[in-house]
């Protein structure tokens, strides 16, 4: 199983790239941009701003999701669906950056029949 919380190897992902801006496409379209990313050994992520899609929502997405990042189109593509995106607890930088019971909530959505 991978690691949840790390870029796969498969995703093409190269240290040090600055991910934010980049547009994200679930499995069934386009859900937004990085709004912020970290690249945190075992603790990394994206968030993604969902813009008028689901009207400005914030949702982290661990960067085990992560299926390919495209640096030639600046786009990353997830191996979930806009409407998993869409349902996800929603991230609040201000209360959720370093709170673990968060991560741990986020952890539970996306590795329990999310996969």
Known sequence: MTDLWSYSPASQYTP??????FKVEA????????????????????VVDTGPWIFGKHVLLPAGTIMR????????????????????????????????????RIGQYYGQGHS
């Open 16 to 21: 040090g790239v600055n991910l934010t801006g």
């Open 69 to 104: 990042v495209d640096t030639k189109d600046e786009k990353i593509h997830v191996n979930r669906t806009k409407d998993q995106i869409k349902h996800a607890p929603e991230y609040d930088k201000d209360m959720h950056r370093g709170d673990s019971g968060y991560r741990d």
């Open 27 to 46: 499995t069934d379209g386009h859900i937004g941009k990085v709004d912020e990313a970290t690249e945190e050994v075992g603790s990394s992520y994206i």
